[in-house]
C-alpha cells in the first residue's frame, strides 16, 4: 500500500482529480462473508458454461438454497439432473444413465490440510476460498459497470497452494449487495467453467421439503461417490 500511495503522489494532477472508489480487496472480501453470512435463503436461476478444447457444454435451470447447508438443483439442461441435499445427505441423479450418487455429508474424512471435507453450510467453504487463494482487483477502477448495467467488483484469485482444481478464479461481486453473481475458474490444463445466477431472490420462503429426495425404484445408487477410501 506504501508504493501505492507514492505512485498517487507522482501522477498528475488532472488524474488525480477524477473520481475514485476507495474500496479495498480485503474491504470487499469482508463485506461478502458478511452479506452470506446473513444470507438465510435464496432463490435464483443458474447458467454453467464449461469451455474446454475449444469445445464448449452448457447447462441451465434453477437452484434453491437454505441454511443451514439445504440446497436444491434442478436442470433444464440437461433435462431431469437434480442435485440436492439436506445438509447431511447430498444425493446427485443423472437422468441419462439412470443413476444417482448418495454422498453422507457427515462422513469423518479430511482433506489433505486436515480440514473436514464437507461443510454444514456455505460459509466456511466461501471462507475457506479467500483463505486458500490470493485475492486482488482484476484492475484499478472498482467497481466496474459491465453489459447488464450494473456495477460489480471484479476479484481476481489465484492459488497459493498448487494442489489441482481452480488455479485461478475471478469473482464478479454486485457492489450493491455483494452477492457473487458470477465466477470463471480456470484449471492447470486451460479448462474453463463459468457459473452465473440470475433472478436472484435472497432471504425468500423455502419449504424444506423441497431439500427431500425421493429415490426412482430404477435408479441405480453409488455411494460417496465424492470421497476415496484413502483420502
Not at 135 to 160: A, C, H, M, T, W
Not at 171 to 189: H, P
Request: hydrophobic share 30%; with cysteine.
Amino acid at each position: 500500500m506504501k508504493y501505492l500511495f507514492i505512485f498517487l503522489l507522482l501522477l498528475p494532477s488532472f488524474l488525480l482529480a477524477q473520481a475514485h472508489n476507495w474500496n479495498s480487496p480485503s474491504e470487499v472480501v469482508k463485506k461478502i462473508k458478511k452479506r452470506y453470512s446473513e444470507l438465510k435463503s435464496y432463490t435464483s436461476d443458474f447458467t454453467i458454461t464449461i469451455n474446454n478444447n475449444k469445445k464448449s457444454t452448457q447447462m441451465k435451470g434453477s437452484c434453491s438454497y437454505k441454511t443451514p447447508g439445504k440446497i436444491r438443483y434442478d436442470f433444464s439442461n440437461p433435462e431431469g439432473d437434480t442435485i440436492v441435499s439436506d445438509g447431511k445427505t447430498l444425493w446427485i441423479f443423472i437422468k441419462k444413465i439412470g443413476a444417482v450418487g448418495k454422498q453422507d455429508l457427515e462422513i469423518s474424512k479430511n482433506n489433505t490440510s486436515g480440514e473436514p471435507i464437507f461443510q454444514a453450510n456455505s460459509i466456511p467453504g466461501l471462507n475457506r476460498i479467500f483463505r486458500k487463494y490470493h485475492y486482488k482487483f482484476d484492475s484499478i477502477n472498482q467497481p466496474q459497470k459491465l453489459e447488464d448495467g450494473k456495477e460489480y467488483f471484479v476479484l481476481s484469485l489465484e492459488q497459493r497452494e498448487k494442489i489441482g482444481g481452480f488455479e485461478n478464479m475471478t469473482l464478479y461481486v454486485n457492489s450493491n449487495d455483494y452477492i457473487v453473481y458470477k465466477a470463471i475458474g480456470k484449471d492447470a490444463r486451460g479448462k474453463e467453467t463459468i457459473l452465473e445466477y440470475s433472478k436472484f431472490n435472497p432471504d425468500t420462503e423455502i419449504e424444506d421439503g423441497i431439500f427431500n429426495y425421493h429415490i426412482s425404484g430404477n435408479a441405480k445408487i453409488v455411494n460417496n461417490p465424492l470421497v476415496s477410501n484413502n483420502q
